[in-house]
C-alpha cells in the first residue's frame, strides 16, 4: 500500500510541479484510466517522443456547415488540454477562401482559444518560399489581405487558391497573359483538389504549357514550412487528420507520424488506402489527447519514480 500510495503522490508532484498541469486535468478528459492505458498499448506513434503536433481544422476540430459549422463533440476541451502538455501546437489547413484572422475569429465563436500566428494555412508557405526566392506575385485567391505585404506591382509569378468571389475571367487572363510573358513562368497553386483541378490550376496549366507548384497540403513545402515554425524535428511531431492523403500521406512524406481521425472526411475505405497507411486511428481528436496525455504523464511519473525510488527502498 506505501509504494501505491507513493505513486499517486507521484501522480501529483508531476500535475503541480513538473509539468504545471492542473489537477483537474489529470481525473478529467481521460474518461477511464485502463481504458486509456488499453488503448496506449495499442498506440505504437506515441513514440518517440512527441515535442509538437499539428491538427487540421474542418473535420478535426469543427464540421462545416451553417453559418460557423458545428463543432466536433470533446475537439474544444481536447485543445485545451493539448496545451496544457506545453507542447507547440499548430493549425494547419488549406482553406484560403479565408485570411487567418477570419478563421481565427470562426474557432473563437465556436468556442476556441486560438492564436492567429498558430493558424497554418497555404499562404505562410508560399511567403516563406518568395522570401527565399524573391518572387513577386499576382495572386488570385479570396484571402487577398494575406498578401497585402507583398509587391504586385511588376508580378514574377502567379498564386492561385481557392477564389469563390476573385475568379473570373479577367483575373484568370490576366494570370494567363502573365504566365506567357515570362521568360521563366512561376505558377503555384495553395492547394490541391478536385475543384481546382477542374477549375482552375489545371486550365493555367495546359493553356501555359507550366506545371503548377503545389505549396499546399500534401505538399513537403507547406509541412516543412510548419515544422520550421514550430522549432521541431520531424520524428518528434504528429500530425491529426482527417484526409488520408493530404493530411497523413503528406505528413509521413516529410517524417512525421500521421493519426486520422474517423470524423469529417474519414470514410471506412481508407483504412484499405493501397498508397498510405496512417501510424494509428482514433475515433476524433478527443481519443487522440488522451493518448497523447496519458503517454507524456506515464513517462513523467516513471521518471520521478526512478528519482525517488532509493528514497522509497530505504528502510
Not at 510573358?181 to 486550365?203: A, D, F, M, N, R
Request: include cysteine; charged fraction near 25%; glycine fraction near 8%.
Amino acid at each position: 500500500m506505501a509504494n501505491y500510495g507513493r505513486e499517486i503522490q507521484c501522480d501529483v508532484i508531476i500535475g503541480i510541479m513538473g509539468m504545471g498541469i492542473p489537477l483537474t486535468y489529470l481525473s478529467q478528459g481521460i474518461h477511464s484510466r485502463q481504458s486509456v492505458r488499453n488503448k496506449r498499448q495499442m498506440a505504437n506513434w506515441c513514440k518517440p517522443s512527441i515535442n509538437g503536433v499539428l491538427l487540421d481544422i474542418t473535420g478535426v476540430l469543427y464540421d462545416s456547415g451553417h453559418g460557423d459549422g458545428t463543432v466536433i463533440p470533446g475537439s474544444v476541451d481536447a485543445v485545451k488540454r493539448l496545451r496544457s502538455l506545453n507542447i507547440p501546437v499548430r493549425f494547419c489547413t488549406n482553406e484560403t477562401t479565408k485570411t487567418r484572422k477570419m478563421l481565427v475569429d470562426r474557432l473563437t465563436r465556436l468556442g476556441f482559444t486560438i492564436q492567429e500566428q498558430e493558424v497554418f494555412p497555404p499562404i505562410p508557405a508560399i511567403l516563406y518560399k518568395k522570401n527565399k526566392n524573391e518572387w513577386s506575385s499576382v495572386s488570385i485567391s479570396d484571402a487577398l489581405d494575406d498578401f497585402k505585404d507583398v509587391d504586385q506591382s511588376d508580378p514574377n509569378c502567379v498564386v492561385i487558391g481557392d477564389a469563390t468571389n476573385q475568379f473570373s475571367y479577367e483575373n484568370l487572363n490576366k494570370a494567363f497573359r502573365l504566365l506567357m510573358s515570362l521568360k521563366q513562368p512561376v505558377l503555384i497553386s495553395l492547394g490541391i483538389g478536385k475543384y481546382y483541378k477542374e477549375g482552375e490550376s489545371l486550365t493555367l496549366d495546359y493553356a501555359c504549357d507550366v506545371k503548377a507548384e503545389i505549396v499546399g497540403k500534401p505538399s513537403k513545402a507547406f509541412f516543412n514550412t510548419a515544422l520550421q515554425d514550430l522549432g521541431c524535428s520531424a520524428e518528434n511531431v504528429v500530425m491529426i487528420g482527417d484526409d488520408i492523403v493530404n493530411d497523413v500521406g503528406g505528413a509521413q512524406a516529410c517524417g512525421m507520424r500521421g493519426i486520422q481521425v474517423r470524423t469529417g472526411k474519414y470514410r471506412p475505405q481508407d483504412e484499405n488506402h493501397p498508397d498510405v497507411k496512417p501510424d494509428g486511428y482514433v475515433d476524433n481528436l478527443a481519443e487522440a489527447v488522451d493518448i497523447i496525455f496519458f503517454e507524456i504523464i506515464e513517462m513523467e511519473r516513471i521518471l520521478l519514480l526512478q528519482i525517488l525510488q532509493p528514497q522509497i527502498l530505504k528502510p
